[in-house]
């Protein structure tokens, strides 16, 4: 039980698994509810046979697997949140088209469909979590979402008695609307969905960052600076008072206003990053557009992969409000990788970067071990063992 809490907790404080949660209510809700509803459904509208039944379970299992296959290979062209959108709003107009249908040739056929298009939320929820769940609590966050989300599915399930009062057609549209609620959810989500003006307002941002302001030089970081990011960033906790003034010495407090280039495409620098207040974007152009890579919060930090490799930067990085963040050196970056669990922090997050860039196979003169080299080439983040970064 204490094992719960500490999960659930976690899964509150943290925004973006919150707004997983919050998405998940109606879609765990309308699952249990059409999942309860399929067979009478078939049976009762549809005139369908057991055999015909059970084509159709099969089917959407077979839907859901060529959707996850095809995710894998292209997950890389959109960010986990707009899969998630996608997914949901996409669901949920098939689930209405099912439920208004008669024929059962095309039922089985748009219940493969929803079973296809199911994929992505499965996938990129999960994903999400991952990344944003430290290992220590990952199992802890998982469980904490599958103890919910089976109590909600229990609940629609038992909402499934009402179609003998209203219909099952009627209950199977309640099922699909309410589906479709995750999907507006997700829309506005924090972290999750980003409403139009605000991605074109994203784009213009990333597409101005070669005219845009850079950043000034900031102040000696001190000790309530520091402090300040380990409230976003509790692995840094770790560290004693002594190791966190020693830190200190080579790094520095930046204040920046909105608009302002962080970092540029293609510049070089020894230098990452940590966002204490504030937020910033990460994209870069591709085939002619921009691309948003990620949506950079306190306690997130970026930069790293030139710091320590000393290969060009990867990507712009524009606030899109006024940020406050701690300037580290590569140097300084070392110290900290000889924390082992600050380490796994470190490669974990560099090597999801360099993955979702396709740089998992970088040039041999980068000055890591061969140990780490390999570590970089798994693509699989909780693999990893405590390695420590060598940097040159």
């Known amino acids: 039980m204490g094992n719960l809490k500490v999960g659930v907790k976690f ?141 909600i599915l229990l609940i629609g399930m038992g909402a499934a008695g009402l179609a003998d009062i209203l219909g099952v057609r009627v ?32 784009i213009s941002l990333l597409r101005r960052a070669a005219q845009a302001p850079s950043l000034d030089m900031g102040r000696i970081a001190t000790l309530a600076d520091f402090d300040r990011l380990v409230g976003h960033l509790p692995a840094l906790s770790i560290l004693s008072t002594e190791d966190r003034i020693s830190l200190l010495q080579e790094m520095r407090y930046i204040e920046a206003p909105l608009g302002t280039a962080i970092v540029r495409h293609g510049e070089t620098s020894d230098a990452a990053y940590f966002i204490i207040a504030g937020k910033a974007i990460a994209g870069r152009e591709e085939n002619g557009q921009e691309r948003i890579l990620e949506v950079l919060n306190p306690g997130d930090f970026f930069g790293e992969i030139a710091a320590l490799t000393g290969i060009p930067r990867t990507a712009n990085v524009v606030t899109e409000e006024s940020t406050a963040m701690l300037r580290v050196s590569a140097s300084t970056l070392g110290e900290m990788s000889k924390n082992p ?32 080299l390999r570590e970089l080439r798994t693509e699989a983040p909780e693999q990893f063992e405590q390695v420590e970064l060598q940097v040159a």
């Not at 209950?171 to 995750?182: D, E, K, P, R, T």
């Not at 669990?341 to 061969?370: A, F, G, W």
Request: charged share 15%; aromatic share 10%; no cysteine.
């Open 341 to 372: 669990d600050l380490n796994r922090i470190l490669i974990s997050k560099m090597t999801e970067r360099m993955v979702r860039m396709n740089m998992i196979d970088l040039p041999k003169l980068i000055s890591y071990d061969q140990r780490v």
């Open 171 to 202: 209950m199977m549209m309640v099922a699909a609307l309410i589906s479709l609620v995750g999907g507006g959810i997700a829309l506005f989500a924090p972290d999750i969905g980003r409403p139009a003006a605000e991605w074109v307002r994203s």
């Open 11 to 151: 899964l509150f404080d943290t925004p973006v698994l919150r707004s997983i949660f919050l998405i998940g209510i109606p879609i765990w809700l309308g699952t249990g509810l059409w999942n309860t509803l399929l067979l009478p459904f078939a049976e009762q509208v549809l005139g369908a046979t057991e055999f015909e039944y059970g084509l159709q379970e099969g089917l959407t299992s077979i839907g859901f697997v060529i959707g996850s296959l095809l995710l894998a290979r292209y997950v890389s062209r959109l960010r986990e949140g707009q899969w998630i959108i996608i997914s949901l709003i996409g669901w949920g107009l098939v689930a209405i088209t099912y439920a208004l249908s008669s024929s059962l040739f095309i039922a089985i056929a748009l219940v493969t469909v929803s079973g296809f298009i199911n994929a992505p939320w499965g996938v990129a929820r999960r994903t999400m979590i991952q990344r944003n769940t430290d290992r220590e609590i990952r199992g802890r966050v998982f469980g904490a979402f599958m103890t919910v989300s089976h109590v």
